[in-house]
């Protein structure tokens, strides 16, 4: 990818990342020039691709987004306090110090979509254009997640991220929008993106239906479950269409090498020339890279509840084994990294349906997974909310959902077992959406240079 894709990629950085000490570090003498940046199909095709390679890299689907939203739970942990993810984890992080590169990142992408965006449509294939809007959406989703409090805590009253519809110019200070605002967006962008998309398998692409399984998770996280159930039900359906399904139990493990495309709907692809290196998830979660993610002991504790379960043979000590390869290759640093699974589908299918009190649905969509992991056990009676998260945290552990799944539902998380390390803080050892350190402060330097945004910073820091 990077191969095809490098001029036109540095030419964008050279567009939109110059160094200034102005908003999203732009130069102004470029900031015009952004629409004349694609003049082909070709260079449509290429700026998609410059989109994936920016959500390759380590600091973003690589391995940080990945990761942040497990050492923030109570499943995974730094193995040590000097681990690269031991700040997140441990929660020990201020304003003037924390990581700024799930804000860089994020917005980076909306960058390059809004240059596609606002080129000639001529150039730019419908398909292109829904995939510059779908990355967007999901662009600005994360932004939200990771600085802005969930939308349930105050029906997305307080500050998420900053919309940008447009390449800024050298002249704009804009200000953060609400969360409800930003997921007006995400959820506008992912409406108008469906329907251009195309209704077919691309492997490391957004498709139509990668995108509604986005959007149902949209609606899941903004508690619009009647919304998210309908949208996750007609992902699964358009799934199945296209020849997509769930791994059986046979396949399950093997099937983390090389057999993702069978049941995941977008992923980030990985090659030998072309991938994350030793900062990539798979390195870090590997016992012989940088090991520097494990599981807790009472995610292991929970694991063994169903000691027929087939996923403790991916956690089969505590190093997870998800992330060790692509099938041509056993190095893990080619492993691929899933972004949306057809098992997560149902799964938010089975909470809006608990949520929305059918429970018919509720046992249909939950008892997909249920069974698959063991074909011996399945789900009878009144399906409840803790059944439903609880099987989230075993079938996503290592792909980082569970910390934003316990805030979105105001779950309290608590760091028991002996494994967890004792330079953790009575805050980060047991919290809920009240810490102020469930969002990441706004980057000091967004903050230096934007004025309008100096009084927006996340309380607490």
């Known amino acids: ?20 000490n102005t908003w ?47 050492v923030t739970g109570e499943d995974a942990q730094a193995y040590s306090n000097t681990k690269r993810c031991a700040d997140f984890y441990l ?15 994020p917005y980076k992408v909306i960058r390059l ?29 994360d932004v939200t997640r990771v600085y802005g409090y969930p939308y349930t805590k105050d029906n997305g009253a307080s500050l998420g991220g900053v919309i940008m519809l447009k390449a800024p110019s050298y002249l704009d200070r804009p200000k953060r929008s609400t969360v409800a605002q930003c997921y007006d967006q995400v959820i506008a962008d992912l409406k108008e993106a469906i329907p251009l998309l195309t209704n ?60 993702l495309d069978t049941e995941v709907l977008f992923k980030i692809i990985n090659t030998v020339t072309d991938n994350a290196s030793n900062e990539s998830i798979g390195y ?8 520097d993610i494990i599981a807790s002991d009472d995610f292991k504790t929970l694991l063994k509840q169903d000691a027929k379960d087939v996923r403790n043979l991916l956690v089969p000590s505590k190093y997870l084994l998800k992330f060790i390869g692509n099938g041509t290759d056993e190095d893990t640093r080619m492993s691929d990294v899933p972004v949306l699974r057809l098992s997560e589908v149902y799964l938010i299918a089975a ?39 609880t099987e989230r945290r075993k079938e996503f552990f290592g792909e980082g959902h569970r910390f934003f799944d316990a805030m979105r539902n105001g779950i309290t998380i608590e760091r028991k077992g002996k494994s967890h390390l004792t330079a953790l803080t009575d805050a980060a050892r047991k919290f809920n959406w009240d810490y102020y350190k469930i969002v990441l402060p706004i980057p000091k330097y967004e903050m230096d240079a934007n004025p309008n945004m100096r009084d927006q910073q996340n309380s607490g820091y």
């Open 24 to 70: 999203m570090n732009l130069d102004p003498q470029y900031a015009v020039e952004t629409d004349k940046a694609i003049r082909s199909t070709t260079d449509a095709e290429y700026a998609i691709n410059g989109i994936y390679s920016t959500m390759q890299n380590y600091e973003y689907y690589g391995a940080r987004m990945t990761y942040y939203g497990d």
């Open 200 to 259: 077919s398998k691309k492997q490391g692409k957004m498709s139509q239906v990668a995108a509604k399984a986005l959007l149902a998770r949209v609606y899941l996280y903004k508690n619009d479950n009647v919304n998210a159930l309908a949208m996750a039900e007609e992902a699964i359906t358009d799934a199945l269409a296209n020849k997509y399904r769930l791994w059986t139990n046979a396949e399950y493990v093997t099937a983390w090498v090389g057999g």
């Open 91 to 105: 929660f020990q992080y201020n304003k003037d110090n924390a990581p700024t590169s799930l804000w860089k990142f």
């Open 113 to 141: 979509a809004n240059n596609i965006l606002a080129a000639d449509p001529n150039f730019v294939p419908a398909d292109i254009k829904g995939q510059a809007l779908a990355l967007r959406a999901l662009a600005l989703f």
């Open 351 to 389: 909470e809006a349906a608990v949520k929305s009190l059918d429970n018919t649905k509720a046992l249909k969509y939950l008892n997909a997974i249920v069974t698959r992991a063991n074909p011996e056990k399945s789900v009878t009676g009144t399906v409840t909310l803790t059944q439903v998260l």
């Open 284 to 291: 870090l979660y590997y016992e012989k890279g940088y090991k």
């Open 1 to 20: 990818m990077k191969k095809k894709n490098i001029f036109l990629y540095l030419t964008m950085s050279l567009l939109f990342c110059s160094c200034d």
